[in-house]
C-alpha cells in the first residue's frame, strides 16, 4: 500500500513541478525542480524508473530554458538514461535529445550527433511513455542542435 501511494505521490510531484513552472511563466526555477527532484528521489526509493524517468527529463528541461544551464542538463539527462534503458525507450530517447540539444549550446559537435544517432534508435519503440514523443521530435531537436553549432542559418 505504501508503495502505491508513493507512485502516485511522484506523479503529483512532476505535475506540480510542470504547474508551478508553466504558471511562473517559467520563471520559478526551484519550486519546479524541488518537485521534479522528488518525483526522481521517489521512483528511486519505490523502483519505478518510469517516474523518475519523466522527472528527469522535465528538470533537463527548466535547466535548458529556464536556468539556461546546459552544463546542468547533462548529468540530469545521463541519470534519466541509466534509469530508464531497458524500461523506457523513449523516455532515454528524449533524454537523449536533450542531452544533445546542451552538448550543441556547449558546442559539443560530436557528442551531440552521437546522441542525436542514439536517441533515433530508441524512439522507435513504443512503450507506456508513446504518448510523450511526436514524429518530429529529433528532427526539430536536430535542427534546434544544428543552428546551436551554426550549421544552419535563421
Same mark, same amino acid.
Given at each position: ?31 519546479? +525542480? ?13 523502483? +519505478? ?89 529529433r528532427p526539430r531537436t536536430a535542427g534546434a542542435c544544428h ?6 542559418? +535563421?
Amino acid at each position: 500500500m505504501r508503495r502505491e501511494v508513493l507512485v502516485v505521490e511522484g506523479g503529483a510531484s512532476i505535475l506540480m513541478g510542470q504547474l508551478l513552472w508553466d504558471a511562473s511563466q517559467r520563471r520559478d526555477h526551484a519550486s519546479a +525542480k524541488l518537485h521534479l527532484d522528488r518525483a526522481a528521489q521517489t521512483g528511486c526509493e519505490v523502483g +519505478k524508473p518510469t517516474i523518475d524517468g519523466l522527472a528527469l527529463p522535465r528538470s533537463t528541461i527548466v535547466a535548458l530554458y529556464g536556468e539556461r544551464r546546459p552544463d546542468a542538463v547533462l548529468p540530469l539527462a545521463a541519470r534519466a538514461i541509466k534509469a530508464t534503458r531497458g524500461a523506457s525507450g523513449i523516455l532515454a530517447g528524449l533524454a537523449m535529445l536533450h542531452a544533445a540539444e546542451a552538448q550543441a549550446i556547449l558546442h559539443e559537435p560530436r557528442a551531440c550527433e552521437q546522441l542525436l544517432v542514439e536517441a533515433a534508435g530508441c524512439l522507435d519503440g513504443a512503450d507506456e511513455a508513446f504518448h510523450l514523443i511526436s514524429p518530429r521530435d529529433r528532427p526539430r531537436t536536430a535542427g534546434a542542435c544544428h543552428l546551436a553549432l551554426g550549421w544552419l542559418r +535563421k
